[in-house]
T-cell receptor, first 114, second 115 residues
Framework: SQKIEQNSEALNIQEGKTATLTCNYTNYSPAYLQWYRQDPGRGPVFLLL?????KEKRKERLKVTFDTTLKQSLFHITASQPADSATYLC?????????????FGQGTILTVHP | GAGVSQTPSNKVTEKGKYVELRCDPI?????LYWYRQSLGQGPEFLIY????????DSGLPNDRFFAVRPEGSVSTLKIQRTERGDSAVYLC?????????????FGEGSRLTVL
């Protein structure tokens, strides 16, 4: 069966460092992958989308890589700030007629300490 | 409003009761999705609508769950004979359309607690 695993349940880092979050998947051929941020008691908020034929995407302090051979995505936050503390979710879609039907990982709780 | 609106934000009910959860998507978004999120887990897909019809309801756990979107805008998720295992946050999301890659805009969710 399809499985998506975000390798860390929780990640603690010091302010100013780079946070790296991992998303691995098996038995899946995604057309694209998204990363969302979720704060406690709130709905997920979209951050970045990367397609299967793209290797890397950047947006301000965020960077996403997508390796379909390794079946892995890495999500980086550079120059991290305490305000970046949240749960980060990766989500995959098979595309075709199902772009919005996302399969989510369980999330990684990031805490950035001042 | 500018975002996806969900009501109620919290619902406490007793086992066996009927519950309705409402979602008002972003104006102009034709695709609407329901997801369910349990504590410590990512959201799980339930159903999506493209316009008025349910295009994919493969995520609904059983026939106690049903959703409608009669006029292609507001949607209602209906749960009959609620069970304690139905307790979760029910998230609604919308997007411009379902057939191209794009972000989903989520509401804040309806937290359902079945006692």
């Amino acid at each position: 069966s399809q499985k998506i695993e975000q390798n860390s349940e929780a990640l603690n880092i010091q302010e100013g460092k780079t946070a790296t979050l991992t998303c691995n998947y098996t038995n899946y051929s995604p057309a694209y992958l998204q990363w969302y941020r979720q704060d406690p008691g709130r709905g997920p908020v979209f951050l970045l989308l990367i397609r299967e034929n793209e290797k890397e995407k950047r947006k301000e302090r965020l960077k996403v890589t997508f390796d379909t051979t390794l079946k892995q995505s890495l999500f980086h936050i550079t120059a991290s700030q305490p305000a970046d503390s949240a749960t980060y979710l990766c989500a995959l879609s098979a595309g075709g007629t199902s772009y919005g039907k996302l399969t989510f990982g369980q999330g990684t709780i990031l805490t950035v300490h001042p | 409003g500018a975002g996806v609106s969900q009501t109620p934000s919290n619902k406490v009910t007793e086992k066996g009761k009927y519950v309705e959860l409402r979602c008002d998507p972003i104006s102009g978004h034709t695709a609407l999705y329901w997801y369910r999120q349990s504590l410590g887990q990512g959201p799980e897909f339930l159903i999506y609508f493209q316009g008025t019809g349910a295009a994919d309801d493969s995520g609904l756990p059983n026939d106690r769950f049903f959703a409608v979107r009669p006029e292609g805008s507001v949607s209602t998720l209906k749960i009959q004979r609620t069970e304690r295992g139905d307790s979760a946050v029910y998230l609604c999301a919308s997007s411009l359309q379902h057939y191209t890659a794009g972000e989903l805009f989520f509401g804040e969710g309806s937290r359902l607690t079945v006692l």
